[in-house]
């Protein structure tokens, strides 16, 4: 046996090299993979714009095209035999240069609508009509693979084109009803979920409303609406002055004093040159509302009235200054307040005909000193609008001055003096359109959070043991998120009106969308 020397290297190991692997930084097969999808890309465009040509061409050659009408009714009548079917010219050019592709995928579909030229036809511009184009590309690639192999393919790509463009608009820019809307431009800036979308995800709010700690959460967002409500009416009687309320004033007490003040101000700065002088127009506006509101009254009402008239014009037909107009102003209106919130109908009469007097000051104010007139217009049109929101404030005992659409609409009401509440009763009362929004959106009530109460309640009950189980404590802390602060406020600004490009993108989505590529659907390719 020949014997075995031990090493102490391998002998093998320089006779036969081997080939060595070299470490790169990148992945070798991105760069394929990138192509692939830019090939289809530009396969799609090529396609897309083939199917344009083709269409062209069957619309010139008509029944003598692809689809043989002229010469399957020549058969039908007895002269020759039914031609074979051709593809469509669009598949014919497809064919023709290489640039099928039997599962174009996403980037291929969306390819072929942004390559026809018929998806730039009608009004809006192209960057628009493209975003909308790969929106129905994507829509009709997705209901076709959901459906792929079926009978419904077909149908289903030009369903999914349809939808696609419609609901990415929606998505773009929602579109509230009528109620939301109007709150939305009114400057209500934290309506809740169920507020935004109303319908059953309303009534959905309005169950979970009861279920602990949710419900807490739910009711907090919901009394943030409720104070933004009263600070966009507060800002709604501060614009024609040019003001807002400020960014930290509370709902409430806070809020109508600011209004209060910030009104008062703009008059304080007309007041100096102001005059109201007595004359026939002015003891006519009296009359007529002594025929009108006055006459009507018992007899000591109507003697109380003349009492109060005499008492804070004085002298009959002596010129006023303007402040002492603002005098008599403020005393009228702070007795058309007591009276009108009486029970008794009479002294009400006595308030609203104390109220009218009211107006027939600034109406003669305005017509003596046409210099400020609009001034003195933009001013009254915010204390009419202010005097409603104090109505409201005052309607419920313990509300810490925080009213609900309810309570301002009652206000509207009452402060309406045309001839039996006409204006009101036809919609057209100041500040109804709205109160009435708010009424059919926002909550009845103003909701009490009661955190730690409802919370210590429910764990009494027995019922916190559940709330332990992380899961149940994540499912909750999802089901609250929306009613934060930051989301409310983030939900509200994405409803909000808008304009430029996505208001444009959106208004175009629901339209009818982008007609000849849905219409073309994948083409059947040669030779299948």
Not at 29 to 39: D, G, I, R, V, W
Not at 446 to 469: C, E, K, Q
Not at 491 to 499: A, F, K, M, S
């Amino acid at each position: 046996m020949p014997s075995l020397t031990p090493v102490d290297h391998d002998p093998f190991a320089d006779a036969t090299p081997q080939p060595g692997l070299t470490p790169v930084d990148h992945d070798p097969f991105a760069t394929a993979l990138e192509m692939s999808q830019t090939a289809k890309a530009a396969k799609g465009l090529g396609r897309g714009l083939a199917g344009f040509v083709g269409d062209l061409g069957e619309a010139t050659m008509g029944p003598f095209g692809p689809s043989q009408h002229a010469a399957n009714l020549m058969a039908d009548l007895g002269f020759g035999e039914r031609p074979k079917p051709e593809a469509p010219y669009g598949a014919q050019i497809t064919h023709a240069v290489g640039i099928e592709d039997p599962k174009p995928g996403y980037t291929g579909t969306i390819g072929e609508f942004l390559g026809n030229p018929a998806s730039y036809f009608g009004p809006g511009g192209p960057l628009r009509k493209m975003l909308l184009g790969a929106a129905s590309g994507a829509g009709s690639e997705a209901a076709g693979e959901a459906t792929e192999g079926t009978g419904l393919e077909g149908p289903a790509r030009i369903a999914g084109a349809l939808a696609a463009g419609p609901l990415a608009a929606r998505a773009l820019k929602p579109q509230l009803a009528p109620a939301q809307q109007a709150l939305a431009d009114a400057g209500v800036t934290q309506m809740t979920p169920g507020h935004v979308m109303g319908g059953f995800a309303k009534g959905l709010e309005d169950k979970f409303t009861s279920v602990p700690i949710l419900g807490d959460f739910i009711n907090s967002g919901r009394r943030r609406s409720i104070a933004s409500f009263n600070r966009a009416t507060a800002n709604q009687a501060l614009d024609p002055i040019g003001e807002t309320l400020e960014r930290g004033t509370a709902a409430g007490h806070d809020t109508i004093t600011e209004v209060h003040d910030k009104l008062s101000d703009a008059y304080d700065h007309v007041v100096p040159h102001l005059t109201l002088t007595p004359d026939q127009t002015w003891f006519t506006d009296l009359r007529n509302i002594y025929d009108r509101n006055v006459q009507m009254l018992p007899t000591d009402h109507q003697q109380q009235y003349q009492r109060i008239i005499n008492q804070e014009f004085g002298r009959p037909g002596a010129p006023l200054s303007g402040e002492q107009v603002k005098v008599i102003e403020g005393n009228l209106n702070r007795l058309a307040g007591k009276y009108g919130g009486s029970p008794d109908a009479n002294q009400q009469l006595l308030g609203e005909a104390l109220g009218n007097t009211v107006d027939a000051i600034r109406t003669n104010l305005e017509r003596q000193n046409p210099a400020f007139a609009e001034e003195l217009q933009r001013v009254n049109v915010g204390y009419a609008m202010y005097a409603r929101m104090r109505i409201a404030a005052a309607n419920r005992r313990g509300s810490e001055g925080v009213f609900t659409p309810g309570d301002l609409l009652t206000a509207v009401k009452r402060g309406d003096r045309s001839v039996a509440k006409g204006s009101f009763a036809m919609g057209n009362a100041l500040m109804q359109h709205f109160a009435e929004a708010g009424q059919k959106v926002l909550p009845s009530t103003v909701p009490d959070s009661g955190t730690p109460g409802r919370l210590m309640a429910s764990l009494a009950a027995g019922s916190g043991a559940a709330y332990v189980n992380p899961k149940i404590l994540a499912g909750v802390a999802a089901a609250s998120a929306p009613y934060l602060r930051p989301s409310m406020a983030l939900l509200n600004r994405y409803v909000r009106p808008t304009t430029g490009i996505r208001s444009d993108i959106s208004n175009m989505g629901r339209g009818v969308g982008m007609l000849r590529p849905l219409m073309q659907g994948p083409y059947p390719f040669i030779g299948q």
